[in-house]
């Protein structure tokens, strides 16, 4: 089976799809590895273009979003990067940048499997936290250690955590900083599942092919119901459901053919 690679920069993130119309399962890979996938502006930017490629690809069913080495999924942002940053710069670049990134990415048509391959880190477990479901590696650590350094999360670590595990648990991570394990995640009910490294990738694809192979459309509308239930994006669901279930009627047939014929538009209320 061959495979189509978009690569985006460097590349430090990689989109792959099967090229078997059959196989309609996309991946994602953090490709950062010699610095532990840590994020920078311009991932934030390759994350991004990403994600607007995959929602319009109507062929690509699920997505895996995961991260090359074995050592780390993502630790966060990348001390460096936003640290030389100018307050303004800081805000618009970095804290408002990577919200628009990760509602994206939280708000993906397709569902999302989170394979984490190591740690998760500040803005690495942020990120986690948009797809739909995760699977761990067993030496897979995660944490929330902003405080540690003077700063917040700040890319919804306060909001969707606590969507997640409640207010409570979500308080024990990020004040304290502290490290919690795999088996500690699961059962908080961080992540869904804990298998061992050589087989994270493994378990990951057979769970995107069995969703794959259900309805489409199904996934995508009970994706979008479920997120407006946690709070994710409740406008635009039901604006979405009511225009969906307005095209479907013979008055929306009605007003199109006649502002096409520009004559006075008859409904009839069905």
Known sequence: MSEDVTPFGAPLVTLTRASDAANAVATVTLARPAKLNSLTPAMLDEL??????????????VVILTAAGDKAFCVGADINEWAALAPLDMWRRWVKRGHQVFDQWARLRQPVIVAINGHAFGGGLELALTGDIRIATESAQFALPEASIATCPGWSGTQRLVQ????????????????????EAHAAALVHEVVPGAALLTRANALAQEMAAKAPISLQLTKQLINAASGEEHASTLEAMAGALAATTADAAEGIASFREKRVARYVGR
Do not use: F, N
Request: proline residues 0%; contains cysteine.
């Open 48 to 61: 991004e273009a990403c994600a607007r490629e995959l929602d319009a690809d109507t062929a690509v069913r």
């Open 164 to 183: 997640l595990v409640g207010a409570s648990q979500a308080k024990y991570l990020a004040l304290s900083g502290r490290r919690i394990s795999a088996k």
